[in-house]
Each structure stands twice: as structure tokens, then as C-alpha cells.
């Protein structure tokens, strides 16, 4: 089954992001709570956290793209 990693709820006042870098490449093996990217906010620095244990298959962001609360971010084969 695959499952669709969503940037989260960042705080009250910040709603969007600018993808700064991934942290693993696809084909990755990744552990759910894993860091597998970080956003750029508000001139601080978030890593989203794989939420399930799996594959990464697909990378649905680029770095540089801006980002908002909610919008897919990668899709996890979970194994």
C-alpha cells in the first residue's frame, strides 16, 4: 500500500514553506519518524518526518518549491 507524506501543521501563523533539501533519494529504505526532507520557514529550518516505515517511490516536491500546510510531499511504499 502506498502512503502520501503531507507537510503538517507547521504553527499557528505559518502556513508555507520553500522545500530546502531531501534528505534521502528514492529507492531509500526509511523508518517511520525518520527526517526525509526539510522546509524553509520563516528563515528556520523544518525536517518532515517520514510517516509510515517503507520505500521511498516518489518525490512529489522539488527543492526550491514553495510549499503549504496539507500538500503531498512524497509517497512511501510501505512494506
Known sequence: ?????????IGETIDEG???EWLVEIGDEVEK???I???EVDKATL???ATAE???VRQLVHVEQAV???D???EIDEA
Open 47 to 49: 525536517e518532515v518526518a
Open 33 to 35: 519518524g525518520e527526517p
Open 37 to 39: 526532507l526539510t522546509v
Open 68 to 70: 503549504r500546510t496539507g
Open 18 to 20: 520553500v522545500v530546502e
Open 72 to 74: 503531498p510531499l512524497a
Open 54 to 56: 517503507g520505500v521511498l
Open 1 to 9: 500500500m502506498t502512503h502520501t507524506v503531507l507537510l503538517p501543521d
